[in-house]
């Protein structure tokens, strides 16, 4: 049974389901994976490689570190065995972050703005740590429809079943 908080919880249900996502996505070739198929972000790749982009984003704001340069327009990777690598690489780095993330610190307000939207606001950092995550789930989501038109299916998505299937 998972015991710890919700960065924690949902830091482990991201590392196991991009896990299913990649392994549903490497039974493509790459012409499968880069074609344009009508998503948000256009192809299988991109949208993965987005997500990857938005860990990094946010985890900078959260840890003061600069961790990526390029524009959300701009892919991170071209090859794919380098976006894998830099996904598990990722999953690593947000469960050990989120391991050392304290209650305190989650419940402190935070004031910024958004680039995106050019609004200030101030709310607690948890709210951005589970934006973090939704941000993964909702790209995901897309991927998973995107592997479904193939006839891949990414298996069990279900956040109740992480702790029976880890155990």
Do not use: C
Not at 13 to 25: K, L, P, T
Not at 66 to 84: G, I, K, M, Q, R
Not at 140 to 146: D, I, P, S
């Amino acid at each position: 049974m998972f015991q710890g908080s919700m960065p924690q919880l949902m830091a482990a249900y991201n590392q196991w389901q991009n896990q299913q996502v990649y392994a549903a996505a490497l039974q493509l070739s790459d012409e499968q994976r880069q074609a344009q198929r009508g998503a948000f972000f256009g192809s299988i790749q991109r949208t993965l490689d987005h997500i990857l982009w938005g860990d990094l984003m946010w985890l900078s704001r959260f840890t003061g570190e600069e961790l990526v340069n390029t524009p959300s327009s701009e892919a991170l990777f071209s090859e794919f065995s380098d976006l894998h690598a830099a996904r598990v690489a990722m999953d690593a780095r947000l469960i050990a972050w989120a391991d050392g993330l304290s209650a305190e610190w989650l419940n402190e307000p935070v004031t910024w703005t958004s680039k995106m939207y050019g609004f200030t606001q101030t709310i607690p950092r948890w709210v951005q740590v589970q934006h973090l995550f939704n941000h993964q789930t909702h790209h995901r989501g897309q991927v998973g429809t995107l592997l479904k038109q193939y006839g891949i299916d990414v298996g069990v998505t279900d956040l109740p079943l992480l702790s029976m299937l880890n155990d």
